[in-house]
């Protein structure tokens, strides 16, 4: 239809004089109204112009022709229409309300901006990656569209003194954000919020008070990689290199790692990594490829108190934990032959070991080499164990002989 490019962006306005076109003015033009509301509107035609009379007219919003029933003729050269509990504008730049003559040309036209005054932007959050620039990002509020083409301003000034100042590189990391790339103060806390703006009227988001130093995060950690731990099979070593951007700048990092199995959606975190780059994860299952990722956390920066900001996890990398060769129910050592001392003892002990050490050490070097350490204790004092009651390798007793004659 010829109407239908109109729906881009309502710029249509009453046609000039002189333009040849029939001279018609729309009223009121370009009205503003709340949703649900009701608008009576005009169109009057100017002089008399073959075929324009009100009886001859007919009007469209946005491209479609209104039912006739919702207008009415007032006198010979004017046109009402009537529409009542407006919906919120189809478009931000306005909705296309034209009024034609009886062959179909256009006589005059106005915008019509439906809609609601903006609410209060929140959840205002920043952070910085290199102390020297800051970006935020904000939710536009509880209901969030206005149907309205609505402005959103960051400002920021120093809390105590200055002026104030705009964010000027919007849309940065998504729809409702904002880019501030150098000449911010360290030491001295900035006041930040966003001015929301449209046709029907202004709100301001609460100010959120921050230091530089308390906002840094950083990109994920390079170069993570996992891989198995000898032929442990319930174990994997994940190591990684901490971030670049800040290897110039005082502070210490606190990693986290979380794992998933390969068929699962399901992540277990581990916490207490502290500063290592460097971590042996235990109480796998043998035989299976989980998927690892790393992220960082930068605090104590410059003598700052508060925790950074944990950066984002990097790419997921995959190894696989060795399969199990051990026979018997869940892979576990054979059971004693009848009539032998049993060892249930100290497999319960080493049992309550390992699960203590799964649950509060993942990544403790000093407890992994006690494991270490345990485990070859435990090899050593059960073959000494076998020595000392005559075993054979075959599990055939030896038989003693007496002295050599």
Not at 23 to 37: F, K, M, R
Not at 143 to 159: C, P
Not at 232 to 245: F, N
Request: charged share 20%; glycine share 10%; hydrophobic share 35%.
């Amino acid at each position: 239809p010829p109407l239908l490019p109109l729906l881009l962006l309502c710029v249509l306005g009453a046609p000039q004089a002189g333009s040849g076109a029939h001279t018609a003015v729309i009223s009121p033009q370009d009205p503003t109204l709340l949703i649900g509301s009701s608008l009576l509107a005009t169109c009057s035609v100017h002089g008399d112009p073959p075929g324009a009379t009100a009886e001859g007219l007919y009007w469209t919003l946005n491209g479609r022709r209104l039912p006739p029933e919702l207008s009415r003729v007032l006198n010979a050269s004017t046109l009402a229409l009537a529409l009542a509990n407006l919906n919120g504008s189809r478009q931000q730049s306005g909705d296309n309300l034209v009024c034609h003559a009886r062959d179909g040309s256009i006589l005059a036209g106005s915008c019509l901006y439906v809609g609601l005054p903006p609410e209060k932007p929140v959840n205002i959050s920043c952070w910085s990656k290199n102390m020297k620039d800051l970006t935020c990002r904000w939710t536009p509020g509880a209901h969030g569209e206005t149907f309205l083409h609505t402005n959103y301003s960051l400002k920021y000034k120093l809390r105590w003194y200055g002026q104030d100042n705009t964010c000027e590189e919007y849309h940065t990391v998504g729809p409702h954000s904002c880019h501030i790339p150098k000449d911010l103060a360290l030491f001295t806390p900035y006041e930040i919020w966003v001015e929301a703006t449209n046709r029907l009227g202004s709100a301001r988001s609460d100010v959120l008070t921050l230091d530089i130093l308390d906002v840094v995060t950083t990109d994920p950690p390079p170069d993570v990689h996992v891989s198995r731990v000898g032929g442990l099979e319930d174990q994997l070593s994940v190591r990684w290199v901490s971030p670049p951007a800040l290897k110039d700048f005082l502070f210490q990092a606190k990693y986290q790692i979380r794992y998933r199995v390969e068929d699962s959606v399901d992540w277990k975190v581990v916490d207490d990594v502290s500063n290592q780059t460097s971590c042996r994860l235990a109480g796998l299952k043998p035989g299976t490829v989980y998927f690892v990722q790393v992220r960082c956390n930068p605090f104590g920066i410059y003598g700052s108190k508060k925790a950074g900001i944990w950066s984002e996890w990097s790419h997921p990398t995959a190894a696989s934990t060795p399969r199990s060769e051990r026979s018997g129910p869940g892979g576990g050592a054979c059971e004693p032959r009848g009539g032998e001392p049993s060892s249930g003892p100290v497999r319960r002990e080493l049992k309550q070991f390992l699960g203590w050490l799964k649950k509060h050490a993942y990544c403790s070097n000093l407890s992994f080499r006690l494991y270490d350490q345990w485990r070859a204790w435990m090899q050593k004092s059960h073959k000494t164990r076998n020595q000392d009651e005559g075993i054979l390798p075959s599990g055939r007793r030896g038989t003693a002989r007496g002295p050599a004659r």
